[in-house]
C-alpha cells in the first residue's frame, strides 16, 4: 500500500530526473545546447508541484492531515518547489565545490534556475485551479 502512494507522489519527478540523467549521460546535449537547463529547470519545477499536490491529496484521502482550502493547498505546494529548488542549487553547489563539476556557472545561471523551477510550479499551480474552477462549476 505504502509504494502505491509513493508511486502516485513521485512519478513525475522520477520521471524528469530519468530523462535528464539520459540527456546528460547519453548524448550531452546540455553542453551542446546550454540553453536546455531552462526547460530542465522549469520541467523539474511543474514535476515537484504535481508531487506535492499529490503528496496533500493522499494525506487528505488518508485522514492524517485535516482538509486543507485549495489557497492554502497552493501556498504549501509553492512553498515545496522553492524549497527543492534551493535544495537543487545546493546540490549543484556541492558538486562543484567538492567534485569540481560546473554545474553553476554564474550567478545568473543560479537566479534563472530558481526563476525557472518556481515558473514551473506556478504553471501547474495555475492549471490545477484552472481544472478544478471547471470541475465545480
Not at 545546447?33 to 530542465?40: K, S, Y
Not at 482550502?69 to 504549501?76: E, G, L, M, N, T
Request: proline fraction near 4%; charge should be neutral.
Amino acid at each position: 500500500m505504502i509504494f502505491k502512494h509513493l508511486f502516485f507522489i513521485g512519478w513525475a519527478p522520477a520521471l524528469v530526473l530519468l530523462a535528464q540523467g539520459a540527456v546528460v549521460s547519453w548524448t550531452h546535449l546540455y553542453w551542446t545546447f546550454p540553453w536546455l537547463d531552462i526547460p530542465a529547470h522549469f520541467l523539474g519545477g511543474a514535476s515537484i508541484a504535481i508531487a506535492g499536490g499529490n503528496a496533500i491529496a493522499s494525506l487528505n484521502a488518508a485522514g492524517r492531515v485535516p482538509f486543507l482550502p485549495r489557497f492554502f493547498s497552493a501556498v504549501c505546494v509553492f512553498s515545496f518547489v522553492a524549497l527543492a529548488a534551493v535544495g537543487w542549487e545546493w546540490f549543484e553547489f556541492l558538486g562543484d565545490y567538492l567534485l569540481g563539476t560546473n554545474m553553476q556557472a554564474t550567478t545568473q545561471d543560479t537566479m534563472a534556475d530558481f526563476l525557472f523551477g518556481l515558473l514551473g510550479g506556478a504553471c501547474v499551480l495555475i492549471l490545477q485551479s484552472m481544472y478544478f474552477k471547471r470541475r465545480v462549476s
